[in-house]
Structures are given as structure tokens and as C-alpha cells.
Nanobody, 129 residues
């Protein structure tokens, strides 16, 4: 059974940093894209960042470029989201997601929730002003 488990969320002041982790179990995703999404109260789930294991290809939402960094540790089957210069508008539940199929070669595709087959339970990030 595939599981994605996020951790690392919490309460931080504006300008601060957090690092989220997503541990995958049940299978490896060495050839697959994985991503981070977030959902604020009353809003739709939105794309934050995605990464393909092979080649370390990454893509980011414009709202987080230059502040967030997605990375992976293949040996630990874990991806991370380093979040710096946090803003109150970054407050949301952050979800990790994985595609069941090998990387499809189209990064625009991976900005959509429908691209992913597996989801974690989410971790709350709250940024105070």
C-alpha cells in the first residue's frame, strides 16, 4: 500500500522559514514526478512545486519562485519543500502528491491536481504577520 506522509508544518512569523518533508512508502518513485500543493480555507487546492527524480527537474508556481525549493533524497524516498521568506498568504494545508506513472515529459501537466494518483494527509503551515 502506497503512503505519503508529510511532516514539518507549524506556526512561523512572516519572514521565517520551514522545511516540509514527504516520506513515500509502499513503492519507489525514482522515475516519477512528485509535487507539493496547498489549500487555504475557502480556496481551491493550488500547485506549489514539482520535481522529477531523474535529472532533478523542478518547476514552481510564480508565487513561490525564489523563496521555495523542492528537493529529494532518493535513498530515503523522501522529498522536501524548503520554504523561506514566508508570507501570511502562504498559510495553508500543504499536501504532497505522486504520479503512479513514470515522468510524462510535460511539466505543465504536473501543475494540475489530476496528474497525481497518490496524496498525503496534509500538514498545516500558518504564517503570522
Amino acid at each position: 500500500q502506497v503512503q505519503l506522509v508529510e511532516s514539518g508544518g507549524g506556526l512561523v512569523q512572516a519572514g521565517g522559514s520551514l522545511r516540509l518533508s514527504c516520506l513515500a512508502s509502499g513503492r519507489t518513485f525514482s522515475s516519477n514526478a512528485m509535487g507539493w500543493f496547498r489549500q487555504a480555507p475557502g480556496k481551491e487546492r493550488e500547485f506549489v512545486a514539482a520535481l522529477a527524480w531523474s535529472g532533478g527537474i523542478t518547476t514552481y508556481a510564480d508565487s513561490v519562485k525564489g523563496r521555495f525549493t523542492i528537493s529529494r533524497d532518493n535513498a530515503k524516498n523522501t522529498i522536501y519543500l524548503q520554504m523561506n521568506s514566508l508570507k501570511p498568504e502562504d498559510t495553508a494545508v500543504y499536501y504532497c502528491a505522486a504520479d503512479a506513472q513514470a515522468y510524462r515529459g510535460d511539466w505543465h501537466y504536473y501543475t494540475r491536481t489530476a496528474a497525481y494518483d497518490y496524496w498525503g494527509q496534509g500538514t498545516q503551515v500558518t504564517v503570522s504577520s
